[in-house]
Every structure is written in C-alpha cells, then in structure tokens.
C-alpha cells in the first residue's frame, strides 16, 4: 500500500526538524516521515536499529522530548572478530568510538538518549523491554532486515509502530522483504511516497487512515 504525500501530511502531527543536526543517511522527508510516524503513537519509548553517528536518534529525540529513545549498533571490532563484515554493508559499521559519535554535541537531546553497542554475537534485544516505535535501519540483506524485523516484533508493544527505512531499488533486500510481508498479511505495510519508509498500519492509524478514506468517498457521493 502505499500513502500519499498529501495524505500523510494531513494525517500526522507536524514536526519541527533542527536543520544543524544533518543527516549521514536519512535526510528530507524521509527523516521527517519517522519523526511524525513516531509523534503520532505519542511513544514513551523508541528503539533504533542502528545508530551509526546518532543522526536519526538525535532527530527522534528532537521530535519526542518525553520519550527515551534507546539506540544500538553493533561495533566494527565485534563485527570484525564474528566474521559480519562478509555481510550487508561492511563500510557502515563504525569502530566503537565513533557510534553515536554526533550525539555527545547535543547535550539537550543526549539525555534522553540511551546509546547502546552490541559486543558479542549473537545478540538479542528483548531484553531492552517493550517499546512504542522500532526503526529498523540496518543491514539491508533480506537475511539481516529479515532478522532485525523477528527483533523489532519481539519488543514492539500491541499498538507499537514499526518503521523500515530504505525501500527503494539501491536496497533489494528490503523491498523483497517488506513486498514478502505485504503478501503474507494482506499490504498492512505502506510506504510514504515519495519516500523510502515504509510502516506497518496498526489499529490506531488504521483507524486514522480510514477516516480519511471514508471522509473522502463520503465528501464525493454526499451533496
Ligand atoms: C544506514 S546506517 C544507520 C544510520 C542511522 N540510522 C542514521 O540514520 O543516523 C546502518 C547501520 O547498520 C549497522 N549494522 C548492523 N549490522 C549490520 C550488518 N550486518 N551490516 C551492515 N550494517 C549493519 C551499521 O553498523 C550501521 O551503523
């Protein structure tokens, strides 16, 4: 399924994005997509899968002043010593002391982001606990979404939000993995054109979406 610009800003809460953040992957609309997909669960606690620098974590915590955003990555050394390199992107796998590197610049936000690196594998995030919003930005083989998604839905609380970054043809594995959950659970996960975020529709913003929906037939059949 896929949502409409238009739709989509209508729909969800407006975000007010700190420019001097920057971004190293997710930038434009797209990062302002996860900000205002985020907002609109009023989440008290997100996780990020991955963090690299701490770009998105720092975006999230500006939109989310109330919430913790707990993030994690995994460190090139651990990386290097499992043998992970051979997979997804290697060249994005930071040492340790560069995760999470722009986060320390921002003392405001720092304090409500909780900055965890992954040292042995393999890893399991459960026991980090529940939360509102999952962001899945990692490795992009359909092996490596497919596995960090099996995570995500494991602490994603019933009503939760979970978001996938980078659905578009640079990342095959992705697309063949959201196109392969679409087909198994009737396209509950839309992807924001023009954008690459996909999320998965549940209860409440389904019920949103088909106000809207319903709001629009009723406004062409009813004089
Ligand atoms: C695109 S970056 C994340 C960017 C971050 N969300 C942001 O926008 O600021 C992808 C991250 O996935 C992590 N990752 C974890 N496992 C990986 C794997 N097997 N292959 C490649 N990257 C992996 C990398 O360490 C890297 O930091």
């Given at each position: 399924m896929i949502v409409r610009w238009e739709d989509f800003d209508a729909l969800t809460p407006s975000v007010k994005i700190?420019?001097?953040?920057?971004?190293?992957f997710t930038g434009g609309k797209d990062i302002e997509v996860v900000m205002r997909l985020a907002k609109s669960v009023h989440p008290k606690r997100v996780l990020e899968m991955?963090?690299?620098?701490?770009h998105t974590a720092l975006h999230l915590a500006s939109a989310l002043p109330d919430s913790k955003i707990v993030t994690l990555d995994i460190s090139r050394e651990a990386a290097e010593s499992y043998g992970?390199?051979?997979?997804?992107?290697?060249?994005e796998i930071l040492p340790e002391k560069d995760?999470?590197?722009?986060?320390?610049?921002y003392s405001d936000l720092a304090k409500i982001i909780d900055l965890r690196v992954i040292?042995?594998?393999?890893?399991?995030?459960?026991?980090l606990g529940k939360f509102d919003v999952v962001f899945i930005d990692g490795n992009h083989d359909f092996e490596g979404v497919h596995d960090d998604t099996l995570r995500a839905l494991r602490v994603l609380s019933p009503e939760g939000m979970l978001i996938w970054d980078d659905y578009w043809p640079v990342c095959p594995g992705v697309m063949k993995l959201i196109d392969f959950l679409n087909g198994k659970i009737g396209s509950r996960i839309a992807r924001v054109d023009p954008t690459r975020i996909c999320f998965l529709i549940t209860r409440p913003y389904e019920a949103v979406i088909m106000g809207s929906v319903l709001r629009n037939i009723k406004s062409c059949i009813i004089p």
């Open positions: 700190r420019e001097e953040i920057g971004s190293a991955y963090t690299n620098r701490g992970l390199l051979a997979n997804g992107q290697p060249n995760i999470g590197s722009e986060i320390k610049k040292k042995t594998l393999p890893y399991s995030v459960s026991l």
